[in-house]
């Protein structure tokens, strides 16, 4: 009965989580939509606007460590929800900017309240679950991300185009606002703050650190994999985050869509993520194991495949394809890599490892952006951008054959 009662209680956590953190994408791609608008009022090229989004990315770069250890140190549910306020303040001082500078500001506040969301958010859920059941649940939860980026897209397409800019960076914070509240209210850390029995699997491990910052860092320096791991989601999410950014713009341009149709065709290829993000996660955990490493390989070849297909000048039908192909495959590996902290490490240092681990998945977008920007100034194509995009994709799967599964390292 007891055990009935702590899996009830870690499906609502999910639950939650997932609502939560699926609204930080809706204050985070509402940018991309509007780039086009965004460029025509302020006379900017594809490369400065870039550079808004590695504003964005630097502040994220910059507090992932601190994040991930604030959530480790204070509790997730408490850093989350901070994070969030700072967030919606940035979205609305962007909401009310009329020069490149302050808009680079707002970004960084957006930026500095984003960095709270995916450390914390993983360590939440992996709080609430056992290590045979993490990938699945990991999974579940990772839908919201396709689920908040294609509403995020879509919502701010559908505003900015009706209504202007702005509003893209008005009514999506506001609905960042109405669920963090309900968030604080009904989650809790761990089991044992609801007043149910904490898992303890992992007991030794975590006595290696205790509260010991310096400890804390050096279990997660130490582990050679981990380096190996943050490699290969450097290459995914330079692919994944310019792929976020610039197909809106590549289908207004080449395609002459509208913005509010390249916003409906960008929110729609993602959403074979919804079945990919729980499926990975299920198959890594039934099929292969506890193996990420299989379908990491299958994930990143295919990306590398299709991005570089669409540098080709195609159909458009053939192109809405490739890119539903591109949705898929944007959202599988992230949650298998995702799962690595917890795999390699433990519950309680996954916040500091996931930390680590976004260091360098932030670090890429910062590049993405505006390099892919210059690229696209460049060549005068976003076609030659999936060149690009290929490229680099195509160097994460050989980084992935890398990965040690084995053995965990101490």
Not at 26 to 46: D, H, Q, T
Not at 307 to 328: C, E, K, P, Q
């Amino acid at each position: 009965m007891r055990h009935r009662t702590v899996g009830s209680s870690a499906n609502q956590i999910l639950f939650m989580t997932w609502l939560f953190y699926g609204t930080y994408y809706i204050g985070r791609f509402n940018f991309s939509p509007v780039i086009p608008l965004l460029r025509a009022e302020l006379e900017i090229s594809n490369a400065q606007a870039g550079g808004l989004m590695a504003f964005f990315f630097l502040a994220y770069t910059i507090f992932q460590l601190p994040a991930g250890y604030l959530g480790d140190r204070f509790g997730p549910r408490k850093v989350l929800s901070v994070g969030a306020l700072v967030s919606i303040f940035g979205n609305l001082i962007f909401s009310q900017g009329s020069s490149y500078t302050t808009l680079s500001i707002a970004q960084l506040i957006n930026g500095m309240g984003q960095a709270a969301g995916w450390t914390s958010a993983v360590k939440l859920v992996v709080s609430w679950f056992p290590k045979s059941r993490r990938g699945t649940a990991i999974g579940l939860f990772a839908t919201c991300v396709t689920a908040g980026s294609s509403l995020g897209i879509r919502l701010s397409g559908f505003l900015g185009d009706h209504l202007g800019w702005r509003s893209s960076f008005i009514i999506p914070p506001l609905m960042m606002a109405g669920v963090a509240f309900t968030f604080w209210i009904l989650v809790r850390d761990n089991p044992s703050e609801k007043g149910l029995s904490d898992f303890e699997d992992e007991v030794g491990l975590e006595q290696q650190f205790k509260n010991d910052t310096r400890s804390r860092l050096a279990v997660v320096l130490s582990n050679r994999t981990m380096w190996v791991v943050a490699l290969v989601y450097f290459f995914f999410v330079y692919v994944q985050f310019g792929c976020f950014v610039w197909i809106p713009t590549f289908l207004k341009e080449s395609y002459a869509m509208s913005v509010d149709r390249a916003s409906t065709v960008s929110s729609l290829i993602l959403l074979p993520g919804l079945v990919a993000a729980p499926l990975s996660g299920f198959l890594s955990d039934h099929i292969f194991q506890g193996r990420r490493k299989p379908l990491i390989l299958w994930g990143m070849a295919i990306l590398s495949c299709s991005t570089f297909l669409l540098s080709f000048r195609m159909d458009i039908v053939i192109v809405t394809l490739l890119l539903a192909v591109v949705g898929l495959t944007i959202i599988a590996p992230d949650v298998l890599l995702a799962a690595y902290p917890s795999d390699l490490l433990s519950r309680k240092l996954s916040g500091t490892a996931m930390g680590f681990l976004t260091t360098f998945t932030s670090t890429a977008g910062i590049i993405a952006t505006p390099l892919s920007g210059k690229i696209a100034d460049l060549f005068q194509t976003y076609e030659a951008v999936f060149f690009s995009f290929g490229i680099v994709a195509f160097s994460g799967t050989v980084l992935t054959f890398f990965i040690n599964e084995k053995k965990t390292e101490k």
